[in-house]
T-cell receptor, first 112, second 109 residues
Framework: DAEITQSPRHKITETGRQVTLACHQT?????MFWYRQDLGHGLRLIHY???????NKGEVSDGYSVSRSNTEDLPLTLESAASSQTSVYFC???????????FGAGSRLTVL | GEDVEQSLFLSVREGDSSVINCTYT??????LYWYKQEPGAGLQLLTY?????DMKQDQRLTVLLNKKDKHLSLRIADTQTGDSAIYFC?????????FGAGTRLAVHP
């Protein structure tokens, strides 16, 4: 069965360190998204991609970067982790029409 | 701009109906969605409605759309303890979804 997997599921890191969260999907979806979920804010869009080598900034992109070298993967990198980036991160993907998003199980990141 | 708002908490008795409400701002949204998130899990699509529809029913779920007021609701009939979760309303912006903050539904005996 097709799926979307995130790793690691839990990570604790220190302020200033670089962190990469992986997202891998086998749906062959063109569109991929990264959201963060915080209490009281719901899901906020960080970055998204409509295909290989395409990346776009979402509403909360500062301090994050993504790259899309193939269809299956969209890793999210925190260049220098900050305590404000403690959150649960969700990756999602959709077909080109973008009508339905399929979500991963989430990665909980704690920055000390 | 695009914005989706929903109340943060709803408590219901087991067996009663639950109604979760949502308002959105983008009148050009073509699809509106309800997602469910159980503890420690990702979001799962519950149902969605196309903007030219007023109502959609799927077993215990009824979605009502009032385009004039930009109001979307999700009714869960005969609410069970397994329905306890966070429910997210979302509207489709330009090729991406805009989510509300989520409504936490608590079902008590």
């Amino acid at each position: 069965d097709a799926e979307i997997t995130q790793s690691p599921r839990h990570k604790i890191t220190e302020t200033g360190r670089q962190v990469t969260l992986a997202c891998h999907q086998t749906w062959n979806h063109n569109n991929m998204f990264w959201y963060r979920q915080d209490l009281g804010h719901g899901l906020r869009l960080i970055h998204y991609s409509y295909g290989v080598h395409d990346t776009n900034k979402g509403e909360v992109s500062d301090g994050y970067s993504v790259s899309r070298s193939n269809t299956e993967d969209l890793p999210l990198t925190l260049e220098s982790a900050a305590s404000s980036q403690t959150s649960v991160y969700f990756c999602a993907s959709s077909e080109s029409t973008g009508n339905v998003l399929t979500f991963g199980a989430g990665s909980r990141l704690t920055v000390l | 701009g695009e914005d989706v708002e929903q109340s943060l908490f709803l408590s219901v008795r087991e067996g009663d109906s639950s109604v979760i409400n949502c308002t959105y701002t983008d009148s050009s949204s073509t699809y509106l969605y309800w997602y469910k998130q159980e503890p420690g899990a990702g979001l799962q699509l519950l149902t969605y409605i196309f903007s030219n529809m007023d109502m959609k029913q799927d077993q215990r779920l009824t979605v009502l759309l009032n385009k004039k007021d930009k109001h979307l609701s999700l009714r869960i009939a005969d609410t069970q303890t397994g329905d306890s979760a966070i429910y997210f309303c979302a509207e489709r912006g330009y090729n991406k979804l805009i989510f509300g903050a989520g409504t936490r539904l608590a079902v008590h005996p």
